[in-house]
């Protein structure tokens, strides 16, 4: 007997629901009977019953059928169910829950709380991108310093992360100033340098082409000294 109860405890299936709308229910205005009342027919949908009483769902809930009734009209004025007429294959007119409201409006409070995270995110980065600056420097930043750094971020749309790239550039030419930080921006945006990635390639490129440049120079100093004037007999 238990084997047989256990068999069509199986055969039932299990019902899948987004582990984040099971986290954030309450934050898209839904009360636990709310929300264990849209399961219900979401359970009912996906065992092909499409229009469940009100009396089937307060049968597996702790409420009345006509609280159930009143909370469905609730959901339904709220926007998060709706009811639509269908036609089957016999062309019999019936109605049908649909939960498309409920995803839709979960999904738009998952692109609402990405945003907030990503603005979160900028501004923790901005704060940051100040204090390194203000370390590397070794004082406070002027007013103009401060307007500088935020036209970098919000005129010239530099990612954070690449400005700081800049200023280690900076560092490492000895040249620690604002002017020179952005004319290694200018120069890397007139590049289409966009990442740090980018960035260290173009600067390891840069620093061969000085290398060599100092190099040529050097052996052309050596020749003026050292060997007679070249004529070209030709002309």
């Known amino acids: 007997m238990i084997k047989d109860d256990f068999i069509q405890f199986l055969e039932e299936g299990n019902l899948s629901i987004p582990k984040f709308l099971l986290s954030n229910y309450t934050k898209l205005g839904l009360n636990e009977t709310e929300f264990i009342l849209l399961l219900h027919i979401h359970s009912f949908l996906e065992s092909g019953k499409t229009f469940p009483t009100p009396m089937e769902i307060a049968d597996l809930m702790t409420i009345s059928p006509s609280d159930c009734m009143e ?80 036209l970098w971020i919000d005129q010239d749309e530099h990612d954070t992360s690449v400005i700081k790239a800049a200023l280690r550039e900076a560092v490492l030419s000895g040249k620690l100033n604002f002017r020179y930080i952005d004319r290694i921006l200018f120069e890397w945006k007139k590049n289409g340098i966009k990442t740090v990635d980018q960035a260290k390639e173009y600067s390891k490129k840069f620093r061969k ?17 050292n060997t007679v004037p070249f004529y070209n007999w030709l002309d």
């Open 209 to 225: 082409y000085q290398l060599q440049q100092k190099k040529t120079a050097v052996g052309h100093e050596k020749e003026q000294t």
């Open 71 to 150: 909370t469905i009209r609730h959901l339904l004025k709220k926007g998060y169910l709706t009811i639509s007429d269908e036609m089957d294959e016999l062309n019999i007119k019936y109605e049908r829950y649909s939960l498309q409201p409920l995803w839709e409006k979960m999904i738009q409070y998952m692109m609402e709380r990405k945003q907030i995270e990503k603005i979160q995110h900028t501004e923790e980065e901005e704060v940051s991108l100040y204090t390194i600056f203000e370390k590397e420097f070794a004082r406070p930043l002027s007013p103009f310093e401060c307007e500088s750094l935020s």
